[in-house]
């Protein structure tokens, strides 16, 4: 028998992709294995997230994280020791109650969630840390990758207001294939950009720099990229949008700065409905603010039973939220975040009430990422249906696509997707 009793907790300063400094954690047990996470940190955060804890003051913007890394030595550490480490939910719920505040911003949510996620980590052994996770003996399934091809809002210097123009490869026979279909549709953004001089470099997570007039602008070229790359729009690759209004909502109007003018609400829910109109859009993330409940409700309603509606700051990886959300018919989807909520307990919580509701679940990265790869076992291991990480380029992303692809490649058979009939938009 493993002896799986944590032995020690310890907290160091790394570094993210947007060169911010970030927490990571290692964990140790008492038969010599250990665990490591990194915190990922969100630019467009929604207001119910915890709270990271950052230093302030004049060094690294305010952003550095050395009271979190002592947070993690000084009281983390002798609150987990002899602990075991396979009790992750016992391990989560003493570090709600060791940081004592609903948003975690004690300790940190960045201290809090590397721990949690490095414990995970040590206790899943030798094996990898999706197959821990697992709960049912069911067949295993690689999430449908859902991955950004031009950044924009908080990511891009509010150069377009939407913050993500992304493809969903709908209609992938597996993981590997749809990599590959990705792959070729980011090549021809590439070259349709160069060809019209509007190559000007990248976003935070990787896509190409939205050098558009408007918003709908980016839309249209996601379509043109994929009709270049010889796929059907819509039928084999599809597009999605993170709008992330909460970004440019003020005084009961949205905000596009890009194209010099402010929509009420109305104005702008008929802006988004007319995309998806006129686009073969699939996902929708954000469309309204995040404390407009009756407009998401009214929203998902308008756009259809084929669209996927997903609320991310609407539901910050919140199972309550997630549980109210379904109840009202807010939106169809959750994206889930581990350090949105703070714990791997809360998380799976979120995604369990999807679940359970018949809501669609993402798990998802952070804007700001490392070369971490938790994110995919999680999703693997939880049997979430989608995964979201940015763009295909940058080795915080890649990292993540090509764990993936490791799993696939255990897997066998390209490494299979959930079937085309369990997302909204159906099947063929
Ligand atoms: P963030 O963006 O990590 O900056 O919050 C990601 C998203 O909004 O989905
Ligand atoms: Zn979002």
Partial sequence: MRDARVVSVHGRRVWDSR?????????????????????????????????DRRDGGPTLGGRDVQGAVASVDAEIGPCLVGREAADQ??????LIELDGRPDKSRLGGNAIVATSMAVAHAAAGPGPLWQHLRDDDGPVRLPLPEIQIFGGGAHAGRRVDFQDFMVVPIGAPDYTTAL???AEV????GRLLADQGLLQGFADEGGYWPAFTDNEQA?????RSIDAAGFTAGVEVAVSLDIAASQFHADGRYHLASEGRALD????????LGLLERYPIVMIEDPLVEDDRDGFVAFTEAAGAHVQVVGDDYLVTDAGRVEAAIRDRAGNAVLVKPNQVGTLTEARAALTAAHNGGFGAIVSA?????EDTTVVHLAVGWGA?????????????TAKWNEGLRIADRLGNGGPLPDRSEFPWGGP
């Fill in 19 to 51: 060169g911010r400094p970030t927490v990571e954690v290692e964990v140790t047990l008492a038969d010599g294995r250990a665990g490591r996470a990194i915190a990922p940190a969100g630019a467009s955060t929604g207001r119910g997230e915890a709270v």
């Fill in 89 to 94: 939910a016992g391990i989560d719920a003493a």
């Fill in 180 to 182: 590959v279909w990705v």
């Fill in 186 to 189: 980011h090549l021809a953004a």
């Fill in 219 to 223: 839309v249209e070229m996601v379509v």
């Fill in 265 to 272: 609400p109305d104005g702008f829910s008929a802006l988004l």
């Fill in 366 to 370: 952070r804007s700001g990422e490392s």
């Fill in 385 to 397: 249906s989608q995964l979201k990480v940015g763009s295909m380029t940058r080795g915080e992303r």
